[in-house]
């Protein structure tokens, strides 16, 4: 029964968005409510090919739309893994190189000035 009625308000979209452009009406009010006639594009590299479309937006001058990221949870997936996998000795590695101890990735603030002879260790924000 729900697809059927998500096909019928399919339909009758195309229907009113036809019926609109015919008309050349860019929106119309019923019931209370305003109905417009939108367009939108959606664009993204064809599959495997989205280097190639990097390379050629930055090849034409256009590099600053592109922008080299890391998923949030994919990252924090990872550090996981890689705690697990080596029993948080390559986590380590990496804190000792900016750090005189191992709390960088935990969120505890690092190489902070001492208070009363003492480490200060707070949160991150």
Do not use: H, W
Request: net charge negative.
């Amino acid at each position: 029964m729900v697809k059927e009625v998500g096909a019928e308000i399919e339909r009758l979209d195309l229907e009113f968005s036809d019926a609109m452009t015919e008309a050349e009406c860019e929106r119309f009010s019923c019931n209370g409510s305003t109905f417009y006639l939108s367009s939108r594009l959606y664009a993204s590299p064809i599959a495997g090919q989205k280097e190639a479309m990097f390379a050629a937006l930055k090849s034409n001058g256009f590099g600053e739309i592109v922008a080299e990221t890391v998923n949030a949870n994919t990252l924090a997936s990872f550090v996981k893994e890689q705690r697990e996998l080596n029993n948080d000795e390559y986590l380590r590695s990496i804190e000792s190189e900016e750090e005189q101890n191992y709390s960088f990735i935990d969120g505890n603030k690092n190489n902070v000035k001492k208070k009363n002879g003492r480490v200060s260790c707070e949160p991150a924000n």
